[in-house]
């Protein structure tokens, strides 16, 4: 049974550059996903190293932070029935090279380290990334 989530997706700083925020967002809208919230935010590395914490220990940690704090981002609130496991789904695996065809990552993404997009991996996941970046009264 199909059940309505929010999860965080984020346009990384390469999404940006390549000017493909438009193309994004509407592959979320067409597949019945809603825009609940959404601003751009240029992430300082503190910021940036707060919200991959989980990945601390790992050796592309620093890579990371100074790649998510490059440039701008663009961060939203998808709505939907499933919306983790769709958004998962519009996103395609993180390796652009085994994303499936028509894919974000497939249609956009560089490597496995710039691949245009995040998304909350889990509920429990979104339940903490939301709030990294947005308050409730910001969330429509």
């Given amino acids: 049974m199909a059940r309505i989530e929010q999860t965080l997706s984020i346009i990384k700083p390469d999404g940006v550059e390549k000017n493909?925020?438009?193309?994004?967002?509407?592959?979320?809208?067409?597949?019945?996903?809603?825009?609940?919230a959404i601003k751009m935010v240029h992430m300082t590395p503190e910021q940036a190293g707060g919200f991959y914490i989980v990945h601390k220990e790992r050796p592309f940690y620093g890579e990371l932070m100074e790649y998510m704090s490059s440039g701008p981002v663009v961060v939203l609130v998808l709505e939907g029935n499933d919306a983790i496991s769709r958004n998962r789904d519009i996103m395609g695996a993180t390796n652009?090279?085994?994303?499936?065809?028509?894919?974000?990552?497939?249609?956009?993404?560089?490597?496995?380290?710039r691949?245009?997009?995040?998304?909350?991996?889990?509920?429990?996941?979104?339940?903490?990334?939301?709030?990294?970046?947005?308050d409730d009264e910001e969330i429509f």
């Avoid at 493909?20 to 609940?36: Q, T």
């Avoid at 691949?115 to 947005?134: C, L, Q």
């Fill in 96 to 113: 652009p090279k085994e994303a499936a065809p028509g894919t974000i990552r497939a249609d956009h993404a560089e490597s496995i380290e």
């Fill in 20 to 36: 493909v925020i438009g193309d994004v967002l509407s592959r979320f809208e067409a597949a019945g996903l809603r825009v609940a």
């Fill in 115 to 134: 691949n245009i997009v995040h998304g909350s991996d889990s509920p429990e996941s979104a339940v903490v990334e939301i709030p990294y970046f947005f």
